[in-house]
T-cell receptor
Framework: DAGVIQSPRHEVTEMGQEVTLRCKPI?????LFWYRQTMMRGLELLIY????????DSGMPEDRFSAKMPNASFSTLKIQPSEPRDSAVYFC???????????FGPGTRLLVL | QQQVKQSPQSLIVQKGGISIINCAYE??????FPWYQQFPGKGPALLIA?????SEKKEGRFTISFNKSAKQFSLHIMDSQPGDSATYFC????????????FGAGTTVTVRA
């Protein structure tokens, strides 16, 4: 298995632009998590899905952030408009119900200028 | 509000030495306590995990000690090697409620040769 796949791996954009991060979970996994990692705040859970349905989005920082999971093999995290304080590494992770191990992707390093 | 408190923030150990990282939690409903290892530029990966029904779990050079009454758990890395240099995160979840992991702030371990 290829593991969790994220794209792009690096993104540099200017303030105000829309940013879309993509994630392909491990086949058969029914949970998908989006995290943000910064030096100041560590690993923060933004949102998670179960069977493509958003379960808890309480970690989404603002309305500028949105996430979708149109099918079991694809999810997006969108930031519109982006701000410099959104600069971070964004991780996607997936897991299989009844197994609590989360498998993380390689992350997307986002820099907003 | 961080549900899992982790210390120290960083530590340096000589090759062959023992690295010890401590975590404390408040939520008595937590029933799953994993440790994740993260190398620079990579996503976190599960290292070892424990449940409250045992006080210790060992996998190779890595041991988790768990003290349910004190609501504390720790990771011991025996015979530390330069390849162990990474950031380690403790985490906890309440599997009867959801699969959200609450992560500690992380400990950067540097093993000097």
């Amino acid at each position: 298995d290829a593991g969790v796949i994220q794209s792009p791996r690096h993104e540099v954009t200017e303030m105000g632009q829309e940013v879309t991060l993509r994630c392909k979970p491990i086949s058969g996994h029914d949970y998908l998590f989006w995290y943000r990692q910064t030096m100041m705040r560590g690993l923060e859970l933004l949102i998670y899905f179960n069977n493509n349905v958003p379960i808890d989005d309480s970690g989404m920082p603002e309305d500028r952030f949105s996430a979708k999971m149109p099918n079991a093999s694809f999810s997006t995290l969108k930031i519109q408009p982006s701000e410099p304080r959104d600069s971070a590494v964004y991780f996607c992770a997936s897991s299989f119900s009844r197994e609590e191990t989360q498998y993380f992707g390689p992350g997307t390093r986002l820099l907003v200028l | 509000q961080q549900q899992v408190k982790q210390s120290p923030q960083s530590l340096i150990v000589q090759k062959g030495g023992i690295s010890i990282i401590n975590c404390a939690y408040e939520n008595t409903a937590f029933d799953y306590f994993p440790w994740y290892q993260q190398f620079p530029g990579k996503g976190p990966a599960l290292l070892i995990a424990i449940r409250p029904d045992v006080s210790e779990k060992k996998e190779g050079r890595f041991t988790i000690s768990f003290n349910k009454s004190a609501k504390q758990f720790s990771l011991h890395i025996m015979d530390s090697q330069p390849g162990d240099s990474a950031t380690y995160f403790c985490a906890a979840s309440d599997g009867s409620y959801d699969y959200k992991l609450s992560f500690g702030a992380g400990t950067t371990v540097t093993v000097r040769a």
